[in-house]
């Protein structure tokens, strides 16, 4: 009919993700806006940081089943390295084994881009995998419709060798920022540090006192 035009299938897009390497640990956070097609807010409480382990956690931006598909790979192989070594799996083996699974999808790929970030023997990493299977270690990075929003804030703030405390002040500014100015970003934000204790989410008081400190409102 003229004028009219099918539908296309609703997809769930539209985030902001950050990973921050710190000298004491490595910081997370996402928005937690899910957006199907170009409008419609599909939910405003998404999971978009997933624990992997005790020391190791992703974050997804894209398509919500194509990441979780990657997210309970990780934890499945973690489970199997721990079980078969006695000791858990280096962050930057199960950042490889993100971008095995990505590359072995390349021709019909999966439409995600992740950051892996975990605390080992070595120290604290932050990994980008793309949809494509390319791997890069990272000192910050961000993800989804909002990170050119989140990079003039991480390319102005983020110091090589800050502690988490301060590193998780300036991926909340970050994502923030983002809320304010890009339409698939928004609702509130999660936060989880992982250090040499492990993986911990921030509460909802610690989140709105570093909001209300950077930005007079909680």
């Known amino acids: 009919m003229s004028g009219f035009r099918t539908p296309e299938p609703s997809i769930v897009h539209g985030t902001t993700t950050v990973g921050l390497l710190c000298s004491d640990g490595a910081v997370l956070a996402t928005d937690t806006r899910a957006v199907a097609g170009t409008f419609f807010i599909a939910h405003k409480n998404v999971k978009k940081i997933q ?31 721990k079980l078969e070594h ?32 975990g605390y080992d023997e070595s120290g604290a990493t932050v990994y980008n995998i793309d949809l494509f299977g390319s791997l ?3 000192k910050y990075f961000s993800t989804g419709s909002g990170s050119p929003v ?38 509130s934000i999660d936060v989880a540090v992982i250090t040499r204790d492990g993986f911990r989410e921030l509460t909802l008081e610690e989140k709105s006192k570093v909001l209300t400190t950077f930005f007079g409102r909680a």
Do not use: C, W
Request: aromatic share 8%; no cysteine; charged share 20%.
């Open 86 to 117: 006695g000791t858990r799996i280096p962050i930057k083996s199960a950042a490889r084994l993100a971008a095995n699974v990505f590359f072995s999808a390349r021709l019909f790929p999966y439409i995600a881009d992740v950051i892996v970030a």
């Open 51 to 81: 624990k992997i382990d005790d020391h190791i956690a992703m974050t997804i931006a894209g398509g919500v089943a194509d990441a979780q598909n990657v997210v309970d790979t990780l934890r499945y192989y973690s489970n199997i390295y």
């Open 150 to 187: 989140a990079y003039g804030i991480l390319e102005t703030e983020y110091k090589e060798g800050i502690p988490v405390d301060q590193g998780v002040k300036i991926a909340m500014r970050a994502v923030a920022a983002a809320i304010k100015r890009n339409t698939g970003t928004g609702d």
């Open 136 to 138: 890069t270690e990272e």
